[in-house]
């Protein structure tokens, strides 16, 4: 799989057939996402996007596997997510074509994870670039309805907007009754999504404001309510939010009937789909009775009166008359204190509170609707609250009226206000009832009113919560069972209820409780941790992190029900996690924490479950603090397996949170560890905890991270060993790339200046050279402003006298060629060439050693073997460069230093089969650098030149002097000083290489410009003529030096040339001087 799809060029569109054959092979690939196949999953990816943003066909019979194939990798593959919402915005802009694919895209937004929906709002948003769209082809219409339902979605809302009004979608009853077949049709909708749809049709239909169609639509959900029990729990959250926009009496009652005669008595039994459907409906009449109740109070009271008193009622179930009991309380608010049937409704309320056929649920429904009614009259209030607190203490009531009587109470206190606890010693009561050995029932009742006053009372009942725990400790240890029971409720109540002070408050002396050598305090701690399961979800996360470990401390306890209640007590937290996935896993996860530590092939297994599970949905608190402490574990063991495994764990657990907050205790013990893990001898284990603080950076807010990114540069510096400084370099490169752009253009300056500050310590360079071993790969091609000035650092740094700076240096400058070598040959070229002819031998070796890389990566992006390459004759680059680059190599093949001449002579023999044929294709180009190199201010580069000039000579004599000779003469007549000095240094070189014959026939030509070279105004081409006209005389004689002296001479007799005189007398010295004697 992985050579086919390295085979895909991604950067020009592959032909419909070949595309028709790896397109199933990609989807296949990215449908199958998971972890451990992250690298061939990406590839695929990049693939698709690049593949579908060129104008690849695709059959229309994939298009739907496409999208399908995309939402299955934007789960199961977190570290890939904006490589797959790339692609899945490449599909919406260049794929879509017909209505019914825009259909398809819009109907995966019904998906439970946030995340898919979000993506899908984006791909939608992309329409407005597609091409069918922009010649009207394609009708956005398909996608109004979703993107309606975008509007609403908090992670997508501005977006979903803004594409509704480009798009020019607006409001109708189309999109009314589309929305709600989306009500009755969706039968699997999350409470997000169903609350989504219901928000949208109540928002439609208050744009339309037309009393015609809140009539039908009404019509139509109570119709789809009554005919379809699947799609009820959504409809009913839609009639809720549409009561609160209807108009008219006739609706609002209409409404409010439906819900007492019909919609009510359809919600009967005890299944929690009963309770959440009978729960919405409640709402709705709330909503009805809350929003209308000032204008229409009597005519919604005469409807509950009516409905009692009719055979319906009389026959009705539990929820239609716990109906009756809210709707009633609720009215009373709006009936006013002065209407006659006010006083009628306490009383009835709490005879049904009272009475022994009352179920919890009808108990606890009454109970919230009390308060309002104890405030309007709190004398009697004052006496109905000491004949509930009389009744749920009294030994011989009944045990539903007892529970009645201690919510009830609840509901007085709310009304009468807190400080009624107080006044009338509610708690000491209480104290006493639970001190009462005899009768069990008293003991509960005393329990019961606990639970009563913290679900009325909610976090106002914190003060008294830690007063109450040696109560519940006290109970949890009771004889009888019945008290036992009581005690938990109890605590999952005081739970439940808590505020983050109230959490804290509590925690610590249960904690402390779990420590106590008595195994009945260990016992009734290890109950009340467990209650904390019942904590609201922020109190729950940050309670956990400390709950779990102390329950796995007393996990092996030597009284057989301590290990028993803290097992169970896990295996509660276990039980709470909402994850599908994890709470498959939930099991094994705790076998893990309590018998791992001593077996560490259990923990191993579990981790590689967790490696291999494909995640659809968020990870919660409960979770982390089964899996936090095992990765936590991972990281600590000697095994690399293991410590790459915990690593890679949090990287991937990080990205699958809903709330980063929910992670935030477990950062203390994890980032120590995971720092410790980065700067491990392996360096496998080190690059997994790179990545995984790099996607620590990006999934959560800065300041969680604490002194990281300090941290890192500390350790850059570290003179402790090179491991160090590499993990360091690598962490930092990932933290970076997370941190976004800005951070590290703002900090790139500094890197760079610490890399070649040559007064900075050794280790100090090393490091932050090291650092760009590791931070292109992590940027890509985001990398491409900063490619020049930092390929120029790092060879500078070859130059380093430390060997461990210049291997550094050297190992970066070869990641920047293989990463970019392909796609930015032209970038990386010039640093390249200037580097093989600097001063410092090093710096030229090393620049050698990459062009030969860079070469290597050209031709193996084209598929071109690159041990038989003929570079000069393969069209992979621009003739132009191709020229260049051979040139150059030609030119250091002559190089003074051996190292630098054996690595050249190497790179020219992997990329020149034939030196003869290469050469007379190359000559013009040669010729041209070679001028160019002898004319240079570096006297290096000269040298090389005029070697070059020499070796060329002897190889090619006859062929090259013919071109070689006319350039050299023209040059020298016609260039500046520099050029003119390097001429007469290659024509030295020349001389030296060549036959007398050939040197016969260019005589006459040389001997003019020669001439002119021993008068020039420079010292140096004086000094560079002489020694020509010296080497002519030793190899044709004094025919030269007789022709040149003669002139000479003859020139100073001429009056012209009188203020010149010095010059004619300075060459006439200079060829004395460099004449044999």
Avoid at 360 to 376: G, T
Avoid at 563 to 568: L, M, S, T
Avoid at 790 to 806: E, F, K
Avoid at 926 to 939: C, P, V, W, Y
């Amino acid at each position: 799989v992985e050579v086919v799809l390295d085979s895909v060029d991604v950067k020009q569109a592959m032909p419909a057939a070949p595309f028709g054959l790896v397109l199933p092979l990609v989807l296949r690939v990215i449908s199958n996402s998971c972890l451990p196949l992250q690298k061939v999953c990406a590839r695929a990816l990049v693939i698709l996007e690049k593949q579908l943003a060129l104008g690849a066909e695709v059959p229309e019979c994939l298009v739907s596997e496409v999208f399908d194939s995309l939402g299955v990798a934007l789960l199961s593959l977190p570290p890939e997510r904006n490589a797959t919402q790339a692609a899945m915005l490449a599909a919406a802009k260049h794929l879509i074509s017909t209505e019914e694919q825009l259909a398809r895209l819009a109907e995966m937004f019904f998906a439970e994870e946030e995340l898919v929906r979000g993506a899908v709002i984006a791909a939608l948003a992309q329409v407005q670039h597609n091409e069918r769209f922009l010649d009207e082809s394609l009708d956005p219409h398909a996608a109004r309805a979703v993107l309606r339902l975008g509007a609403l979605d908090t992670s997508s809302a501005s977006l979903a907007k803004e594409t509704l009004e480009v798009l020019g979608l607006e409001a109708d009853d189309v999109l009314l009754m589309e929305l709600i077949e989306y009500a009755s049709q969706k039968t699997n909708l999350s409470n997000d999504l169903q609350d989504l749809v219901a928000k949208a049709v109540a928002e439609v239909l208050s744009e339309l404001e037309d009393p015609t169609t809140s009539a039908t639509a009404l019509d139509m959900l109570t119709q789809r309510f009554c005919e379809d029990a699947a799609s009820r729990i959504t409809v009913a959250r839609c009639i809720e939010r549409v009561g609160g926009s209807l108009q008219g009496e006739t609706l609002v009652i209409k409404a409010f009937r439906f819900l007492l005669r019909q919609g009510l008595s359809l919600c009967s039994g005890g299944t929690p789909e009963a309770t959440e459907l009978r729960d919405v409906l409640l709402a709705a009449g709330m909503t009805l009775i809350e929003k209308h109740g000032e204008e229409h109070a009597s005519v919604l009271y005469a409807a509950v009166e009516q409905f009692e008193d009719s055979a319906a009622g009389a026959a009705a179930g539990e929820s239609a008359r716990l109906g009756v009991a809210v709707f009633l309380g609720a009215l009373s608010k709006h009936l006013g204190a002065e209407h006659e049937k006010v006083a009628e409704i306490l009383p009835r309320l709490l005879q049904r509170l009272l009475d022994t056929s009352s179920t919890p649920s009808v108990q606890d429904a009454i109970v919230k609707v009390m308060p309002p009614l104890m405030k309007q009259n709190k004398e009697q209030a004052a006496e109905n609250l000491q004949k509930l607190l009389e009744l749920a203490l009294g030994a011989k009531t009944n045990e539903v009226t007892r529970r009645g009587a201690a919510m009830g109470l609840g509901a007085t206190v709310k009304g009468l206000s807190i400080q009624a606890v107080s006044q009338h010693g509610i708690l000491d009561k209480i104290k006493e009832a639970t001190e009462n050995k005899k009768e069990a029932g008293v003991r509960q009742g005393a329990l019961l009113c606990l639970e009563g006053l913290t679900l009325s009372l909610g976090r106002l009942f914190d003060p008294y919560v830690v007063s109450s725990l040696p109560l519940l400790l006290q109970a949890c240890s009771d004889s009888s069972r019945v008290v036992q029971t009581a005690s938990l409720s109890a605590a999952k109540a005081m739970m439940s209820q808590l505020s983050g002070p109230g959490v804290k408050q509590v925690l610590k002396p249960l904690l402390e409780g779990i420590k106590d050598k008595q195994w009945r305090t260990k016992l009734a701690s290890i109950e009340l941790l467990a209650s904390m399961t019942s904590c609201l979800p922020k109190q729950l996360a940050a309670c956990l992190p400390q709950v779990v470990p102390a329950l796995c401390g007393v996990i092996n306890d030597q009284h057989a029900k301590v290990k028993d209640a803290a097992r169970e007590a896990i295996d509660k937290v276990g039980s709470i996690i909402t994850s599908p996935e994890l709470k498959a896993l939930a099991p094994e996860l705790i076998s893990a924490l309590t018998d791992g530590a001593q077996f560490e092939h259990i923990t191993k297994e579990v981790l590689d479950k967790l490696l291999a599970t494909s995640f659809v949905h968020h990870i919660d608190a409960p979770s982390l603090s089964l899996v936090c402490p095992l990765v936590q574990r991972a990281l600590k063991e000697r095994s690399a397996e293991m410590k790459r495994k915990g690593a890679q764990i949090v990287g991937s657990m990080v990205l699958l949170i809903k709330d980063s907050k929910d992670i935030q205790p477990y950062l203390p013990t994890l980032l120590p560890q995971l720092k410790v893990t980065l700067m491990d001898p392996i360096p496998d284990v080190r690059a997994t905890a790179a990545k995984a603080f790099g996607t620590l950076a990006n999934g959560l807010p800065e300041d969680m991270l604490g002194d990281l990114l300090p941290w890192l540069f500390q350790m850059l510096r570290s003179s402790e060993s090179a491991v160090e400084r590499s993990g360091a370099a690598h962490g930092l490169s990932e933290v970076l790339m997370a941190m976004g752009m800005e951070r590290i253009e703002l900090l790139l300056p500094d890197i760079l200046a610490n890399a070649t500050n040559r007064d900075a310590a050794p280790e100090v360079k090393e490091g932050y050279l090291g650092l760009f071993v590791y931070l292109p790969v992590a940027m890509g091609a985001v990398f491409e402003p900063y490619l020049i000035e930092v390929l120029t650092a790092l060879l500078q740094g070859q130059a380093d006298d430390t060997t461990s700076v210049r291997d550094t240096a050297f190992k970066a400058a070869q990641v920047l060629t293989k990463q970019f070598g392909a796609s930015h040959t032209a970038m990386l070229l010039n640093p390249l060439e200037e580097g093989v002819f600097d001063t410092d031998w090093r710096i030229r070796h090393a620049s050698v050693m990459l062009m030969g890389q860079l070469i290597e990566q050209i031709l193996r992006a084209h598929r071109i073997p690159t041990q038989s390459a003929e570079l000069m004759f393969c069209d992979v680059l621009p003739k132009e460069w191709r020229c260049h680059m051979l040139a150059s190599l030609y030119i250091v093949r002559s190089d003074e230093n051996g190292t630098v001449k054996q690595a050249c002579a190497q790179v020219w023999k992997a990329v020149v089969q034939n030196t003869p044929r290469t050469l007379k294709e190359l000559l013009p180009a040669l010729m041209k650098r070679l001028i160019a190199s002898l004319a240079s201010t570096n006297r290096e580069k000269q040298r090389v030149a005029a070697r070059c000039v020499g070796d060329l000579v002897g190889k090619l004599g006859e062929r090259v002097m013919p071109e070689l000779m006319p350039i050299f003469m023209n040059t020298l007549s016609t260039g500046d000083a520099h050029v003119r000095e390097g001429v007469c240094i290659g024509l030295a070189e020349l001389i030296n290489a060549t036959t007398k014959e050939l040197l016969t026939a260019y005589l006459d030509d040389l001997i003019p410009a020669i001439r002119q070279a021993i008068i020039d105004d420079v010292e140096t081409v004086r000094s560079s003529a002489s020694l020509v006209v010296a080497l002519l005389h030793n190899s044709l004689g004094p025919r030269a030096t007789t022709e040149v002296v003669t002139w000479v001479l003859a020139q100073l007799q001429e009056a012209e040339v009188e203020e010149h005189g010095h010059l004619f007398l300075n060459g006439l010295e200079q060829l004395v001087a460099k004449q044999p004697q």
